[in-house]
């Protein structure tokens, strides 16, 4: 396993059981890298057969995950629980775009990572492209002596924590609860102990990890403190030693690294500043919201939608799995202590239903109770988060794509605009003898591809003009429409339809259909078609069957796409 062991061996009497086995499902999955067969299931979590296959069938029903034959593979959707534990630290949101700056200035991967129980947990990450990157991911544990960061963090741990830590080092020495590919421990050339460390790091205010985690990495970390002096996390540069060393890293990255974290303190002042004086009317806001939520989708909704997955899975559906998990998701910005009685209304649960699961919660380490609130813990990051965050939007849209073809009986793309084309980066063939033959990767002129005038048509008029200016404008069918004046009608009917449709103009014969994908901020960054023979439908035809599939599949792209990308950066390539 690669989380360390929850604060209670033995579950309180009133813990649920189905929830903890079904968390213990969804750890055991992230932990294989998000994707394992149900047999693989049963060895892992020594549950039974049908036992698994209940739990795969409610976390599908649920859209956490989707049964790929014979196997459980972990949706986008279960990202939304990693995200309600980021959205009430309220750090990645504020502190992300000041560590990504640091990046650009340093040219080196910025990380941000909090204190958990023992080790240290990643909740943002600006990795640089090199042919030697960094390949740790939101939500991956580490241990705390093995990294600057832990280091900062242990500078700052009461003698309680220290007793953990030893207990936790005597048990297992080499770390080997912690990530599964961690390399062995490599020896600090300077041979100073780890408490040797954390008190050096208290005095001067930084650590450095040299080549402590793996050969050749070296970082350097400085804890960020908020407005009550409290650490909430660190900040760390990594490279590597064929361009610092340990000691260079530190001289030459110290002063613009303390300007950064200078900053993103007094990022979190503000933020303090501007949560207390709207402190009342945003939390009464939330918690309306909530409430209406729960009304609207949960309380009236929950009820439906739990009655109604028991009448299509029956026996297969676990209440009390979906129950427990929605308790987290009562969790978010402005929402990070809540009451039972809170979490009650949020969820639309009764408080008895509610009570157990956060006992269940609690126990497991993905909740801490403090006087008579609840808080979620780092911990909920290991539900799914490190695999998925590293997801393209070309994994998000595939299962989409193959639902699609299979209602409309014709091929599927996913496409994104690069300089004057689109290039195909996902795509579902149908079966037929005669079809379109695309392969991924493939690129069309944009201003003649539905998918590439949709993506046009998004972009700022003066933007478009200047790539339809350097493209060459020619006619790949007697029917392509080539004059500027013709082109910028039909980018305006398209930005006003929501919709493009090619008839023949990219090849004879082929007609295709496309609408565009939306990122959380409202741009087109991708479009999806579906293209067939011109014999297969009339143009009215393909707007009465195809168009509305087609818009409710970019829906659902868009769905799992805004919840990916809400504190991670989704390639679209």
Sequence with gaps: MAVTTPPHDTAPAEAVGPLMRGVSVLRDISEAGGRMTVSELVRSTGLARSTVDRIAATLARMGYLRLDGHAAVLAPRLMELGNAYLAAIRLPGPLGPLAEKLAEELDESVSLAVPDRDGIRFVHQ??????????????????????????????????EEWAHWRARRAADPDGHAFLPALPPPHAAEDGHTFEERAAAARQQGWAVDDQLIEPGLIALALPVLAPDGEVVCAVSVVSHTSRHSAESLRESLLPRARDAVAAMEKRLRESRSAQEEQAEEEQTEEMRAAKEHAGEEQAGGLADWTNASKQELGAEFVESLARGLTVLTAFGDGRAELTLTAIAEAT??????????????????????????????????????????????????????????????????????????????????????????????????????????????????????????????????????????????????????????????????????????????????????????????????????????????????????????????????
């Design 126 to 159: 600006t990795t640089r492209r090199r042919a030697m990157s960094l390949t740790f991911r939101i939500g991956d544990l580490l241990p705390a002596e093995r990294t600057a960061q832990g280091t900062v963090f242990a500078a700052y741990w009461s003698e």
């Design 348 to 573: 639309g649960l009764a408080r008895a239903t509610a009570r157990r699961a956060l006992i269940t919660l609690e126990h497991l380490g993905h909740v801490e109770a403090r006087e008579r609130s609840f808080h979620l813990t780092p911990r909920v990051l290991a539900l799914g988060y490190p695999p998925l965050s590293r997801t393209t939007l070309s994994e998000i849209a595939s299962p989409h794509l193959v639902t699609l073809v299979q209602q409309v009986h014709d091929s599927a793309s996913l496409a994104v605009l690069d300089g004057d084309a689109i290039q195909y980066t996902a795509r579902v063939a149908t079966g037929r003898i005669m079809s379109v033959n695309i392969q991924i990767g493939t690129r069309f002129p944009a201003y003649a591809a539905s998918m590439g005038r949709v993506l046009l048509a998004d972009l700022p008029p003066r933007d478009r003009a200047a790539r339809l200016e350097r493209t060459e404008l020619r006619a790949l069918t007697p029917r392509t429409i080539t004059g500027l004046p013709e082109l910028d009608a039909v980018f305006e009917h398209v930005a006003e339809d929501g919709y493009a449709l090619v008839d023949e103009e990219l090849e004879e014969g082929l007609r295709s259909l496309a609408v565009p994908v939306r990122d959380l901020d409202g741009r087109a960054v991708a479009a999806v078609n579906v293209a067939m023979h011109s014999s297969r439908r009339t143009v009215a035809q393909c707007l009465t069957e195809v168009l509305p599939e087609l818009q409710a599949t970019a829906a659902r792209i868009e769905a799992d796409l805004h919840i990916a990308g809400r504190f991670t950066r989704i390639p679209t390539a």
